[in-house]
């Protein structure tokens, strides 16, 4: 099985005509915790995290794993943008051996409604594409989420499925370079 964790990280930055995706560095700490902590963020993802834990719990720099990307814009962080090994134990996948990539991430309330997620997903599935070539990405999100839904279809995700999980109804796609 081939996946993320197999890839030579971290990858030169990924420029868009606006962003930079980019690793993680010590600087985007402060970024992160108002990023997890946001009302507005938690909304679609379990809620939002109490502001002393997180000072706490947030590593000095977060976020550095393969699959990981910070979304840079203009010299500071405004989201990040994941690939990651969905779970096996979670419901929704598109292989009989789980494991398919999935497509994560999270901006910043000030970045929302300016096109900046649809151009970082964009660019991180582009990068998928080139280093693991016809490997699925998937998507899951709350079916309540409209703007996700906007993006998913927007990306070029399909829908699989939805189901039940957290409380609320999923929606679940994918993702192909092929077709």
Request: with cysteine.
């Amino acid at each position: 099985m081939t996946g993320i964790e197999h890839v030579a990280w971290p990858p030169a930055p990924i420029r868009t005509e606006r962003l930079v995706l980019r690793e993680s560095e010590a600087r985007d700490r402060a970024a992160f915790i108002e990023l997890f902590a946001s009302t507005e963020v938690g909304t679609y993802v379990s809620g939002p995290r109490p502001r002393a834990e997180l000072e706490r719990a947030v590593p000095e720099v977060p976020g550095r794993r393969p699959g990981f990307f910070v979304v840079d814009l203009d010299g500071a962080m405004i989201g990040m943008v994941a690939l990651d090994r969905r779970d096996a134990e979670r419901p929704g996948h598109v292989r009989p051996d789980a494991g398919e990539s999935a497509l994560g991430y999270m901006f910043l309330p000030q970045a929302w409604g300016c096109g900046y997620a649809a151009e970082a997903c964009a660019a991180a599935l582009g990068w998928f594409a080139e280093v693991l070539p016809g490997e699925p990405v998937v998507l899951c999100t709350q079916a309540a989420n409209d703007r996700a839904m906007r993006l998913a279809a927007k990306l070029g995700f399909t829908e699989v499925e939805r189901f039940e999980e957290y409380g609320a109804e999923q929606w679940f796609g994918v993702w192909s370079a092929i077709t």
